[in-house]
């Protein structure tokens, strides 16, 4: 099956500093990559839309220019925590859609992300 | 995007068969249902979709009725390792995300 990686898989960092993730489609295109965030017992909520080569799609209420989008390939979609606070603390997972008339979106693992 | 509601948790005994319905009053012609599994600090596992009547695979069935408003996942004989949050979604194809509801929490019990 598809798979979709993300790296780091957990990052720690001081407040103020940046924090780049990756999210990678490992067997398949993906035009398409989604970017959510999920607090404990909360269920995942949707951050922003990612299309390769063009500007993300931010939803309601999540500021872009703290959170960098970038999708250069049809393999990558980096985001980019920038002066990061400790409520930024939060699980991050991505998703990708393959290339193509589908249906199907397939999840990463997740990164855990600890602002101290 | 067409919004889910399901039960919040729901408990089960080990060997029970396990139902969780989802209610998508608002859902599109366009739109598919998938259902997706969640460990804690995991990424949502794909479990089955379907467009409409019945479909099962080698883990679940899902029923839809014709009006398609409403799907039942159904869990066979759960195990304690079926113990986690599942997710019923609607959606349909190309830049449309999954939007996630609150999800229902399943306890599997000995």
């Known amino acids: 099956g598809a798979v979709v990686s993300q790296h780091p898989s957990r990052v720690i960092c001081k407040s103020g500093t940046s924090v780049k993730i990756e999210c990678r489609s490992l067997d398949f295109q993906a035009t398409t990559m989604f970017w959510y965030r999920q607090f404990p017992k909360q269920s995942l909520m949707l951050m922003a839309t990612s299309n390769e080569g063009s500007k993300a799609t931010y939803e309601q209420g999540v500021e872009k220019d703290k959170f960098l989008i970038n999708h250069a390939s049809l393999t990558l979609s980096t985001l980019t925590v920038t002066s990061a606070h400790p409520e930024d603390s939060s699980f991050y997972i991505c998703s990708a859609r393959p290339w193509g008339d589908s249906y199907e979106q397939y999840f990463g693992p997740g990164t855990r992300l600890t602002v101290t | 995007l067409a919004k889910t509601t399901q039960p919040i948790s729901m408990d089960s005994y080990e060997g029970q068969e396990v139902n969780i319905t989802c209610s998508h009053n608002n859902i599109a012609t366009n739109d598919y249902i998938t259902w997706y599994q969640q460990f804690p600090s995991q990424g949502p596992r794909f479990i089955i979709q379907g467009y409409k009547t019945k479909v099962t695979n080698e883990v679940a069935s899902l029923f839809i009725p014709a009006d398609r408003k409403s799907s039942t996942l159904s869990l066979p004989r759960v195990s304690l390792s079926d113990t986690a949050v599942y997710y019923c979604?609607?959606?349909?194809?190309?830049?449309?995300?999954?939007?996630f509801g609150k999800g229902t929490r399943l306890s599997v019990i000995a």
């Open positions: 979604l609607v959606g349909a194809k190309g830049n449309t995300p999954l939007v």
